[in-house]
């Protein structure tokens, strides 16, 4: 298996402008979850999927932030419009629900200017 | 609340030299362990994980780790270190903080190795 996708692995922007990040999970795989990395607050869930549906978005820090999930095999996470503060390492991780283990993407840098 | 906490932010050792990296986590159940490396611009690698059973489990790269119920600890430990382990290690702990199941991580340490 390619294992999870993401796309782009890096981004720079421009604040105010809109980014999309882009995740493909492991094929079976039917939980999907988003995370952010930076120095000061480590690994931070944003949202999770179950079956295609958000179960918990608990986690995104504000509107600016949405993520879908149209099937199984695809999520996206929208920044609008984005702001320095954004810079981060953005992952998705997949897992078979069935177990309990997750598995992540090589993760997408995003610089915001 | 459910917490990880890994002590240890930096660790230096020598290369060939053993490795010990300590993981403490507070769950009001049986947890669901998880050990994870990242190497410099890449994603969370799984080195090893604990459900149930043997409380010494066997990961990748010759890594192992023990849970142990009394101390709250999950280590991991490597007999001999090779240049090529130097990364940030990540132990994670499976719960279920809020009815939904996810992972509640450490804050990471990140391992320099020596020539």
């Known amino acids: ?113 | 609340a459910q917490s990880v906490t890994q002590p240890d932010i930096h660790i230096t050792v020598s290369e060939g030299a053993s490795l010990e990296l300590r993981c403490n986590y507070s769950y009001g159940a049986t947890p669901y362990l998880f050990w994870y490396v990242q190497s410099p611009g890449q994603g969370l690698q799984l080195l090893l994980k604990y459900f149930s059973g043997d409380t010494l489990v066997q990961g990748i790269k010759g890594f192992e780790a023990e849970f142990k119920r009394s101390q709250s600890s999950f280590n991991l430990r490597k007999p001999s270190v090779h240049w090529s382990d130097a990364a940030e290690y990540f132990c994670a702990v499976g719960a279920y903080p809020s009815g939904t199941y996810k992972y509640i991580f450490g804050t990471g340490t990140r391992l320099k190795v020596l020539a």
């Open chain 1, 1 to 113: 298996d390619a294992g999870v996708i993401q796309s782009p692995r890096h981004e720079v922007t421009e604040m105010g402008q809109e980014v999309t990040l882009r995740c493909k999970p492991i094929s079976g795989h039917n939980s999907l979850f988003w995370y952010r990395q930076t120095m000061m607050r480590g690994l931070e869930l944003l949202i999770y999927f179950n079956n295609n549906v958000p179960i918990d978005d608990s986690g995104m820090p504000e509107d600016r932030f949405s993520a879908k999930m149209p099937n199984a095999s695809f999520s996206t996470l929208k920044i609008q419009p984005s702001e320095p503060r954004d810079s981060a390492v953005y992952f998705c991780a997949s897992r078979d629900s069935a177990y309990y283990e997750q598995y992540f993407g090589p993760g997408t840098r995003l610089t915001v200017t």
